[in-house]
């Protein structure tokens, strides 16, 4: 339990270290960053100072629903009411796209004349006149020039009553009068003046004409559109210009036309509508004279006026004329009858029935009279005899009425028979009309349904023909203005707080950006950790970087940063010498590298200084017999060396030695003439003579060897040395070149190995740790002299001196 929380605790504090290194890594770098934001801002600044604020121009509009509000659909209902169209609500997605139609933004820009620009230059900024500019030129040529032509004209006004033009690219046109005609190679121009009074303070005006096409695409994109929500038919239409009037006129414009060119639509409509009506109410009434010509023609033919009525007079007197053939036959059967009685009581006197229902008034009378004398006959018989003259009388008078009767009788069964024959004929011809009826009114209902149909259509299209007119005479236009454009003071763009804000941070972004590309492919050794991270052997120190071309620096400044560091490093020196020495003799301290330049023979004189300076007698010698150059930086001439000796055994170890003129107990060797086989001469035996009597004399023995990467000259020395200080440059040696030391420390060839790193800079944490803060870099012969200071590096130091004093405050 303890240790997972000891190793999240390493974790947790590896983790701020890293996180602490990363940021004191781009820290180190606060002058470019401050330099970064510095120049990102003044390239704000002058950014919103030469471009134009734009201002926003809104309007909102809300399109009528056809169904709602009469206009299209008021003409085109004459077909809908008869299923010849569906309905035909607008669509807001359509009005948007003719809102931003080529055709309507074309009609604007005309109407405006916005390919036409007139522009004055200031000092940074570029403006754009609007009705107001101080010249106004017109097109003599028509749209030829006005609408196709791209060109630039450059116009001073000379005087009240003079300027010079110049086209931008076909030169000078001269000098003219305004209202004076002027011939370009695009077609005749005038000018005229718009200015009163005194001259325009900025006499040069640039005229430019763009061509339509381009305008109409660049204001497409311009003009945004957009319902305020989903539901909803109400429109936002919203325009960015750098002048508030020109994007109002603009947007209020565009609407004006819109609103006209639906309304050229509703009354297109409406006049092709009326004029459709008008041509089929010509075929209909054709066609309704033809039907109605058919019907009279019918009716005449059958002889009829109204079936229906007829029909119901047949069955009206078909009904009667069977009532009177009824009533006829009971007349002729009681005509019959009464005949039939006469002839059975011939000769007698009997009362004769009445009231049989007989209509013949004659017949009555007789059968009363007879009757009456009958009655009169039995009453004077009742007193007398037949022979009573009276009766005989009565008796004549009775065979005369009842012959008188019976010839009645026959005359009225003749008539009633006769009156029963035309009844029976007139029945069966009522009966035949009815039987007719049905055909007749069949084939007369079908002309009567097209007769009607005809007039129904014809009528209607009458009342369309009113309609349409009416709607012609007041069409309503298709938007209904909620806001007028109107425009906001606050310039949209721009945006000052977000410019400002994204040069802050693209100025922070640059440099980091800069140092973490070039961190990632930066294989070069900066640190300690980078050595740590492949070496498990020993690190003596580091030694800062030193800006003077001094290469003693222990005879210099005893209290600098490099000084100290030389110090530190005998410190350790002595220290694994005491720990790992077997001998009392002189100590052997041999100086090597990877490759060449990485300063292992600065480092040689100044350690063999800093031995000096403590009291000890110290001997420098160099033994990189391929590329020497201790005498080089000693500032001495040539002198005999390590190869003198070697190859010629005459000369004696102090022949070789000369003293530093500034140390007393520094003496040198120099590695001598560059021989051509430096390996084999480190294999003679003399070399071990060399070293055994100068081990006797001197406390300290420096020796500057060859770099190991390549040659092999300095492992055959090994065996003489009692310690390797393995010179590493930082910021010059290649991270993969370690598998070099790596490689020796592992294999044990190089006698009590330890790592010197060399170079260091303490501002960017790389130093040995003691924050002096003292500026170092040196040149000691491998083309890194310092330089003359740059203008920049002189502003910085100055900073950082400000900086210092502010923090002593």
Same mark, same amino acid.
């Given at each position: ?42 390239? &704000? ?47 807001? %997605? ?54 196709? /032509? ?21 030169? =000078? ?11 370009? !190679? ?16 900025? #006499? ?22 957009? !319902? $305020?929500?989903?539901? $909803?038919?109400?429109?936002?239409? /919203? ?35 009326? &004029?459709?009506?008008?041509?089929? +109410? ?59 009685? +006469? ?5 007698? /006197? ?33 007193? =007398? ?33 006769? @009156? ?10 009522? %009966? ?52 007028? @454009? ?15 804000? @994204? ?40 030694? #800062?970087?030193?800006? =003077? ?41 041999? +100086? ?8 292992? $023979? ?25 590329? !020497? ?24 170890? =102090? ?57 092999? %000259? ?26 070099? !030391? ?55 130091? @100055? ?11």
């Amino acid at each position: 339990m303890e240790l997972n929380q000891q190793n999240s605790y390493n974790q947790e504090e590896e983790s701020t270290i890293n996180l602490r290194e990363e940021f004191d890594k781009y820290l180190r770098y606060w002058k470019w960053f401050l330099l970064s934001v510095v120049l990102s801002i003044i390239v &704000a600044f002058y950014y919103l100072r030469k471009t134009t604020p734009q201002y926003e121009s809104s309007a909102t509009i809300m399109i009528k629903d056809d169904k709602m509000g009469g206009g299209m659909m008021t003409e085109l209902s004459a077909f809908q009411d008869l299923g010849i169209l569906g309905d035909n609500k607008n669509s807001i %997605d359509n009005e948007i796209e003719i809102l931003k139609s080529r055709t309507i933004i074309e009609n604007v820009i005309k109407e405006l004349q916005l390919n036409v620009k007139y522009i004055r230059e200031g000092h940074i900024r570029v403006r754009d006149y609007y009705n107001d500019a101080p010249i106004k030129m017109n097109f003599l040529d028509g749209d030829s020039i006005l609408y196709k /032509t791209k060109a630039t004209f450059m116009v001073k006004v000379l005087s009240k009553t003079s300027f010079s033009i110049e086209d931008t690219e076909l030169g =000078s046109l001269g000098t003219h009068k305004f209202g004076q005609q002027i011939t370009t !190679p695009y077609g005749h121009l005038l000018l005229i003046p718009e200015f009163t009074g005194e001259m325009p303070s900025n #006499p040069e005006v640039y005229i430019s004409i763009i061509p339509l096409k381009l305008m109409v695409s660049s204001f497409r994109e311009a003009i945004k559109v957009e !319902p $305020t929500t989903k539901k $909803t038919s109400v429109i936002n239409i /919203t325009l960015q210009d750098a002048i508030q009037k020109r994007a109002q006129d603009i947007l209020n414009t565009l609407i004006k036309k819109y609103n006209e060119d639906a309304i050229n639509d509703k009354n297109m409509v409406s006049k092709s509508t009326a &004029a459709f009506i008008e041509s089929r +109410l010509q075929i209909i009434n054709g066609e309704l004279s033809l039907v109605e010509t058919d019907a009279a023609s019918y009716k005449k033919e059958n002889k009829l006026t109204d079936i229906k009525s007829e029909a119901t007079l047949f069955l009206e007197n078909v009904s009667d004329t069977k009532k009177r053939i009824l009533e006829a036959n009971t007349q002729k059967r009681l005509a019959e009858f009464m005949i039939e009685y +006469l002839n059975q009581n011939q000769g007698e /006197t009997k009362l004769m029935p009445t009231n049989l229902g007989l209509t013949d008034v004659t017949i009555a009378t007789l059968i009363a009279k007879y009757n009456e004398l009958v009655l009169e006959r039995n009453r004077i018989l009742k007193s =007398s005899s037949l022979q009573n003259p009276v009766v005989v009388n009565l008796d004549a008078q009775l065979q005369t009425i009842q012959q008188s009767l019976t010839k009645s009788l026959n005359n009225t069964k003749q008539s009633i028979q006769i @009156a029963l024959t035309d009844l029976n004929k007139q029945e069966k011809l009522i %009966d035949a009309k009815i039987i007719e009826v049905p055909q007749q009114e069949k084939e007369y209902r079908a002309i009567e349904r097209q007769q009607q149909i005809k007039e129904t259509l014809y009528l209607y299209l009458l009342q369309k023909r009113e309609e349409t007119a009416i709607s012609l005479a007041v069409t309503a236009p298709n938007a209904k203005i909620i806001d007028v @454009a109107f425009s906001n003071d606050i310039a949209v763009s721009p945006k000052k707080n977000i410019i400002l804000l @994204a040069s802050l941070l693209i100025g922070l972004l640059i440099p980091f950006i800069i140092v973490y590309v070039r961190d990632l492919f930066d294989t070069k050794i900066h640190s300690r950790k980078d050595i740590e991270q492949k070496l498990k052997a020993p690190i003596l120190g580091d030694i #800062p970087a030193e800006k =003077s071309k001094e290469q003693f620096i222990m005879t210099g400044d005893l209290r600098s940063s490099s000084a100290e560091a030389f110090r530190l490093l005998r410190t350790n020196i002595n220290f694994m010498l005491a720990s790992t020495s077997t001998h009392n003799l002189g100590k052997t301290i041999f +100086l090597t590298s990877t490759i060449s330049g990485e300063g292992k $023979t600065f480092i040689a004189i100044n350690l063999a200084s800093t031995l000096a300076l403590s009291g000890k007698k110290v001997l420098l010698m160099g033994m990189d017999l391929r590329a !020497p150059k201790l005498t080089q930086y000693l500032g001495i001439g040539d002198k005999k060396g390590v190869t003198h000796y070697i190859t010629d055994s005459s000369i004696h170890e =102090s022949d070789l030695v000369f003293q530093h003129q500034d140390l007393k107990n520094l003496d040198i060797i120099s590695s001598g003439a560059i021989p051509p086989n430096p390996a084999e001469l480190m294999m003679n035996p003399r070399i071990k003579q060399l070293f055994e009597s100068i081990k006797k004399t001197y406390d300290y023995i420096i020796v500057d060897t060859a770099p190991v990467n390549l040659v092999t %000259d300095t492992l055959l020395l090994n065996t003489y040395a009692d310690m390797f200080i393995y010179v590493i440059r930082a910021n010059y040696l290649d991270k993969r070149l370690l598998v070099v !030391p790596e490689t020796l420390y592992k294999e044990k060839r190089l006698n009590n190995m330890a790592i010197l790193l060399n170079d260091t800079d303490h501002q960017k944490g790389y130093g040995y740790g003691y924050g002096y803060g003292y500026g170092y870099g040196y040149g000691y012969g491998y083309g890194n002299d310092k330089e003359n200071k740059k203008w920049w590096q002189t502003f910085f130091s @100055a900073a950082e001196k400000f900086s210092d004093k502010l923090k002593k405050r």
